[in-house]
């Protein structure tokens, strides 16, 4: 996996064989960053990444020089690597190991971009228990967006806070925004 843009562009990030990791595609990374670059000046944002894997997505924010940044995975071998790459970056994302719901319904901070990745066979349940506690807690702030990556299989356009959904290759990004 290598940082797409910023001042990481073109670093790798080589997780370990052991990790259990899907990292988004560079071709897909880009995308979705290119349509965030058009909602949002990154410096100004706070960012929390769910299911955060290696940090992928992570590091491309702070690459663009977002500061306020969380990555939740459950994996301690994850958290552990996160906290690695963050030193060697000398970046300040704060990273917290526990299960995404369980965070989610203890959170009390909002956010201006919430990122999941959840694994490609997560059942529509799953999906829509992320949704639901995203917007029942109210931990967007205004104009605040939840990207959730899945699988083209995945339809998530039922939602009342869907806005669109992007294909790249065979990575899906669902839009959510607070319904005005």
């Known amino acids: 996996m290598r940082i797409v843009s910023g001042k990481f562009k073109s670093r790798r ?25 058009n909602h949002y000046y990154f410096n100004e944002i706070s960012v929390l990444d769910l299911f955060a894997g290696i940090g992928s997505i992570s590091f491309e924010f702070a690459s663009r020089g977002t500061e306020h940044i969380i990555s ?16 060697e970056f000398d970046t300040n994302i704060q990273t917290i190991k526990s ?13 201006d971009v919430i990122f999941a990745d959840p694994p490609y066979d997560f059942t529509d349940e799953k999906f829509q228990k992320i949704i ?13 967006l939840l990207i959730i990556e ?6 998530l356009s039922q939602n009342t806070t869907f806005t669109k959904a992007k294909k790249y290759g065979g990575n899906m990004f669902s839009f959510f925004e607070s319904e005005s």
């Open 132 to 144: 639901n506690l995203v917007f029942t807690k109210k931990l967007l702030n205004e104009g605040g």
């Open 13 to 37: 990030i080589n997780a370990p064989n052991n990790l259990p990791v899907r990292p988004t595609t560079d071709m897909a990374k880009e995308a979705l960053f290119n349509i965030l670059n």
């Open 72 to 87: 939740i995975d459950q994996n301690v071998g994850c958290i552990k690597f996160l906290d690695k790459i963050n030193t």
């Open 99 to 111: 299960d995404v719901y369980s965070y989610l319904e203890r959170v009390n901070q909002k956010f």
């Open 150 to 155: 899945h699988s083209k299989q995945t339809d």
